[in-house]
C-alpha cells in the first residue's frame, strides 16, 4: 500500500485550526512530532531548557514555512510550564493538543544501586511533571471543546524486569507514566479530551546515544548489537515516532484513549531470548 504524501489535501489539514504543545521538542521526538502535526496544519508551540536549541528549532520549522514557535521551559519547573502555557495562549490563543515528551535518565546500573538523588529526579521529571502539565492544560482544552494528550514512555516499561541491570529505575519511572495514562483516562473523556502513550523502543535520537556511550565509549554510531534487537533489525527514526504520535493526536484514533502504543520494530515480543 503507497503511503499519503503532504500533497494530500487530507493530511495537509488534519491539524487545521488546532493549536498544540510538544514539550522537550528541539530534537528526537518532540521535534519530529512538531515537524508532522505543523506539517498537518497545527499551530505548534514547541519548547526546551536552552534558548539556543529553541531559537534553532523554530527557524528549522519555520525555514519550511511551518506555523511553529517556540520558548525555553523546564517541565519539572512550574513557572516554566505556566510560562509556556501563557505563551501559547497569547500567540494562538488556545491550546487543543499536547505531547508531554520530556525526560530524563540519570542513572545507568542496576536497580539497588541508584541514589535517592537520581530517584527523585527520575519522578519529578518523568512523572510529577508529567502529570502536572497535563492538569494545568486540560482547563483550556476544555474552553476549546475537548482535545487529545500524548505521553512519551519507552518499550522497557513494558517489561521493566529485563532492564534490569542496564536502566530499571528509568523503565520504573515510565511505568508509572503507563499508569498514570490510563487512570486519567476516564475522567479527561468526560471533557471530550483523549489520552494515550506512545512507547519507543530503540529510537536513534541523542538520548540513545547516550546509553550506547555508556557499553561502547567513543562509539559515534549505533552498534549492530543494539540493531538487531527487533524484528525489523534497525533502530526506528524519530519521524517514524513523531507519525505515531501524529496518528494518536489526530481524529483518526478518535476510537482510542487509555492506550499504551508500542513503536519498536517488534522488540516486544523478540527481544526476551536476546536481552
Not at 518523568?126 to 497535563?134: D, E, G, P, V
Request: glycine share 8%; hydrophobic share 40%.
Amino acid at each position: 500500500m503507497e503511503s499519503c504524501s503532504y500533497g494530500d489535501d487530507y493530511l495537509r489539514k488534519r491539524f487545521a485550526g488546532k493549536v498544540a504543545i510538544c514539550t522537550a521538542s528541539t530534537a528526537g521526538i518532540g521535534y519530529a512530532t512538531a515537524e508532522r502535526i505543523a506539517r498537518e496544519g497545527a499551530k505548534v508551540v514547541i519548547c526546551s531548557r536552552r534558548q539556543e536549541k529553541v531559537d534553532a528549532a523554530v527557524k528549522k520549522l519555520r525555514d519550511q514555512n511551518l506555523e511553529v514557535s517556540g520558548i525555553v521551559c523546564h517541565q519539572a519547573k512550574k513557572e516554566d510550564r505556566q510560562r509556556l502555557i501563557d505563551f501559547t495562549l497569547a500567540t494562538y490563543g488556545g491550546i487543543d493538543l499536547l505531547f508531554v515528551s520530556a525526560g530524563v535518565n540519570p542513572f545507568i546500573g542496576t536497580m539497588l544501586s541508584v541514589t535517592e538523588k537520581q530517584w527523585d529526579k527520575l519522578f519529578d521529571v518523568n512523572i510529577k511533571s508529567t502529570f502536572l502539565i497535563i492538569r494545568e492544560c486540560v482547563p483550556y482544552m476544555i474552553e476549546r471543546g475537548g482535545g487529545a494528550i500524548v505521553t512519551n514512555s519507552t518499550w522497557a516499561a513494558m517489561y521493566p524486569e529485563l532492564t534490569r541491570d542496564l536502566n530499571g529505575p528509568y523503565a520504573v519511572s515510565k511505568s508509572a507514566v503507563h499508569g498514570l495514562t490510563k487512570v486519567l483516562a476516564a475522567p479527561l473523556a468526560h471533557h471530550n479530551i483523549r489520552i494515550n502513550c506512545v512507547a519507543p523502543g530503540p529510537i536513534e535520537t541523542d538520548f540513545l546515544s547516550g546509553l550506547v556511550q555508556q557499553f561502547y565509549p567513543g562509539e559515534t554510531k549505533i552498534p549492530e548489537a543494539f540493531q538487531g534487537l527487533n524484528i525489523l533489525c534497525r533502530c526506528g527514526d524519530p519521524a517514524e515516532c513523531g507519525a505515531a504520535v501524529a496518528f494518536l493526536l489526530s481524529n483518526d484514533a478518535s476510537f482510542m484513549t487509555g492506550e499504551i502504543l508500542v513503536v519498536s520494530g517488534g522488540l516486544d515480543f523478540f527481544s526476551q531470548s536476546k536481552l
